[in-house]
């Protein structure tokens, strides 16, 4: 993982490079790269080594680099919480003057993405798998794979299996809702428990005791990743239920 992550923060830089020749001086001009993830909330574990990795391989990548300087600025997009992305990205568009992006989960870019095609800043979504993201904008590009392809894939399953009763559960954060609409609407009839519950909600008894009523033959999560792992757990207790997916 650290080597993959080091190669991609190379590449970033290499094509920063080859797209600023024609902005500046490549001796005299900084090339500063503004970043916004989730450093707090539910899916700031997501973002906890990719900001140590850029923090340890700046160095590595500004010595390797004969013509330009790199400086990467990280804010906190809190996976789009509240306003906190669009006042990131005007804080690196209009104050530090960032020639680059490099935005983390969906709530983040889908609420940047007009801004920053606005100023024309080339930006990079790292994880944002939302249906929206493919059609935001001129300037937005994606390395992570659409959210439809891996839910159409997983309803192909369910209905091989011939599984008849789904129960989906939903942690309400900005990339679990396009997830949520789509395997509904795909699987239909075969849903027999729709329930979703704020980031911030520490009791969920009422939603265990409703997936353990509901007698479901599959739980599909679509939840941050420290929620995931105690949830999944009680619900496969409680529920008695094997097959879960997320």
Request: proline share 3%.
């Amino acid at each position: 993982m650290t080597k993959i992550a080091c190669q991609f923060l190379l590449h970033v830089a290499f094509a920063c490079s080859a797209l600023f020749c024609a902005l500046a001086d490549p001796a005299k001009v900084e090339v500063r790269i503004g970043v916004i993830m989730p450093l707090t909330g539910s899916t700031a574990s997501f973002t906890t080594d990719a900001r140590r990795m850029i923090e340890l391989m700046t160095p590595l990548i500004n010595s390797r680099s004969g013509a330009y300087s790199y400086r990467f600025i990280i804010e906190d997009g809190m996976c789009g919480t509240g306003s906190a992305p669009i006042t990131a990205a005007k804080k690196l568009v209009e104050i530090d003057n960032v020639h680059f992006m490099l935005v983390g989960c969906s709530g983040e870019i889908l609420q940047t993405a007009p801004f920053l095609n606005g100023k024309g800043i080339l930006t990079l979504s790292l994880f944002g798998s939302h249906p929206d993201v493919k059609k935001i904008g001129g300037y937005v590009f994606r390395t992570y794979p659409d959210a439809d392809t891996g839910i159409e894939a997983l309803v192909r399953v369910i209905e091989a299996r011939n599984f008849h009763k789904v129960a989906v559960i939903t942690e309400e954060v900005s990339y679990t809702e396009g997830r949520r609409k789509l395997i509904t609407k795909l699987l239909g009839d075969r849903i027999v428990l729709d329930e979703t519950f704020r980031a911030d909600d520490q009791d969920l008894r009422n939603i265990i005791l409703k997936a353990k009523a509901s007698n479901a033959e599959v739980l599909y999560l679509t939840l941050s990743a420290d929620m995931l792992m105690v949830l999944a757990a009680v619900l496969s207790k409680v529920t008695g239920v094997r097959r879960s997916f997320s």
